[in-house]
């Protein structure tokens, strides 16, 4: 009998260590699945703030590039403006503008 008492503990701790070691070690997997998961977003997260950083700069530059070409293109057109009044006044007409 206590030799079947024995057995039974044994068996019994057995598997008690069995379950303990398999959940221990879901546990764990989960643990590093969810680092790996975390890691992974971190990552992602700063990839899009240096695109975004990179992103808002070339629109910045852009932005400054507009602002120059327009204020070439009003200059061109008052200069354009003072050359058909120059023609106007000496009775010099203009050609057709072109088809746009």
Not at 13 to 28: I, P
């Amino acid at each position: 009998m206590t030799e079947l008492i024995t057995a039974a503990s044994a068996v019994l701790v057995a598997l008690v260590t069995g379950v303990l070691t398999v959940w221990a070690g879901r546990r764990k997997a989960q643990s590093d699945v969810q680092a790996s998961l975390n890691s992974g977003f971190q990552i992602l997260v700063s990839e899009l703030q240096q695109e975004r950083t990179e992103l808002t700069r070339i629109i910045a530059d852009q932005a400054q590039r507009i602002t120059v070409l327009e204020g070439e293109v009003n200059r061109l057109r008052t200069e354009m403006r003072r050359y058909e009044r120059f023609l106007a006044e000496r009775g010099i007409s203009l050609p057709a503008p072109p088809n746009q």
